[in-house]
C-alpha cells in the first residue's frame, strides 16, 4: 500500500498577488517524506550535540570558578618558595661564613697551645694534645668534605643545598664540643703557664739591681784555695745588709748555715729549678715558706768561705749546675 504512494506527486503552487505567473512546483512524495525525517533526525542531532556542548561548557566554567582562588595560592606559594629559596642559600652563605670563623679560632687555639708548651713534648700533656689535634683534624676534614658538597649544591637543587647545611651544621655542633674541651684544657694550661712564668728564676737577685759580676760561671782560679776549680754559680759584688731577692715563686727548702757557703737559702721553683744564694749576713726565711719573685729572702754579707762581701747565686736545673747568667 505503502509502495503504490510512491511515485504521487504533490504539486506546491506559489501564487503571488501581483499579476505575475504562478510558481508551480511537483515534487515526489517520497522526497517530501525523506526530507521530513532527514529534518527530524537533524534536530534531534543537533539537540543532542548542543546540549552536550552545554553540558561540558557548564562543567567547564564550574571547573574554573572552582579553581581560581587556587591559582592565586599557587602563586602565593610560588612568592613563599621563592623566599624561602633565597633565605635557605643566605643561611647555607652563613654557615660557610661561621665555618671559616670557626677555623680560625681553632688555628688560634692551637697557636697558643704551641706557645704555651712548655712542658717535655713526650709527657701526657702533649700526648692529650695531639689527640685532640688529631681529632680535630679529622673534623676539619669533615668540614671541608661537606663544604665542597655546600658548595656543588648552589648549582644543584634545594635539597641537597639543604642536606649540606644540615651536615655543616651537624659537624660545627660537634666541633663546638671539641672545641669547648679544648678551651677548657687550654685555660688550664694557661694558668699553668702563668704559674711556671712566676715560678721560673728569673731576674737579678739583689733588690734594685744592686752589685756587679764580680766572678762568673765556669772555671776559675779561686782565690781561696788557690788551685783551678769549677765555680757552680756567679759571685755579685755588694756590701753588706743589701735585700737578696727570690727570682722567682718558689718554697724555701734550706735557709740556714751550709758549708762553704755561709748563711745560705736554697728555693725550690718547681719545674726542675733551684736556685741557692750563699754568704749572707742575715736570712730573713725559714725552711717551708713560700716565697713570691722580689720577696727578700737574706741580707748581703760575707758568711762562709769568701774574700769579701758578695752574694754566691746558683741556678740549678734538673740537679744540674747552669750559667745563672741565662736567667737574667
Ligand atoms: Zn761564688
Redesign the pocket.
Known amino acids: 500500500m505503502f509502495e503504490d504512494n510512491q511515485n504521487e506527486k504533490v504539486t506546491i503552487q506559489i501564487v503571488p498577488e501581483t499579476e505575475e505567473d504562478v510558481f508551480t512546483l511537483k515534487i515526489a512524495k517520497k522526497w517530501i517524506k525523506f526530507a521530513v525525517y532527514f529534518i527530524i533526525i537533524s534536530l534531534v542531532l543537533i539537540t543532542g550535540i548542543l546540549s552536550y556542548y552545554y553540558y561540558q561548557f557548564n562543567a567547564a566554567r564550574r571547573e574554573i570558578r572552582f579553581l581560581v582562588p587556587y591559582k592565586q595560592k599557587v602563586e602565593n606559594l610560588r612568592e613563599k618558595n621563592d623566599y624561602l629559596q633565597s633565605k635557605l642559600s643566605k643561611l647555607s652563605n652563613k654557615t660557610e661564613e661561621i665555618k671559616e670563623q670557626f677555623n680560625q679560632i681553632k688555628k688560634e687555639n692551637h697557636k697558643i697551645k704551641e706557645m704555651i708548651d712548655f712542658k717535655n713534648k713526650d709527657d701526657l700533656s702533649s700526648k692529650t694534645d695531639a689527640k685532640s689535634r688529631d681529632s680535630s683534624t679529622t673534623a676539619s676534614n669533615k668540614l671541608a668534605e661537606s663544604q665542597t658538597v655546600a658548595q656543588t649544591a648552589h648549582s644543584v637543587a634545594s635539597g641537597v643545598l639543604i642536606n649540606a647545611t644540615k651536615q655543616n651544621l651537624s659537624s660545627l655542633n660537634k666541633g663546638i664540643t671539641q672545641r669547648k674541651k679544648d678551651l677548657s684544657t687550654l685555660k688550664q694550661e694557661v694558668i699553668d703557664y702563668k704559674d711556671y712564668l712566676s715560678s721560673k728564676p728569673k731576674g737579678w737577685p739583689i733588690l734594685g739591681h744592686k752589685g756587679r759580676i764580680t ?1 762568673g760561671y765556669g772555671y776559675r782560679f779561686h782565690p781561696v784555695e788557690k788551685k783551678r776549680i769549677f ?5 755579685i759584688g755588694v756590701w753588706y745588709n743589701h735585700k737578696v731577692i727570690a727570682t722567682g715563686q718558689a718554697k724555701v727548702v734550706f735557709s740556714g748555715w751550709k758549708s762553704g757557703y755561709g748563711r745560705a737559702v736554697v728555693l725550690d721553683h718547681g719545674y726542675g729549678y733551684r736556685t741557692l744564694y ?2 749572707n749576713n742575715k736570712l730573713l726565711v725559714r725552711t717551708g715558706e713560700v716565697v713570691k719573685r722580689g720577696e727578700p729572702i737574706a741580707l748581703s754579707g760575707n758568711s762562709g768561705r769568701s774574700t769579701g762581701p ?1 752574694v ?1 747565686y746558683e741556678v740549678l736545673v734538673n740537679g744540674h749546675h747552669t750559667n745563672p747568667k741565662q736567667f737574667f
Not at 765555680?231 to 759571685?235: F, K, L, N, S, V
Open positions: 766572678s765555680h757552680e754559680g756567679i759571685d750563699g754568704h758578695h754566691h
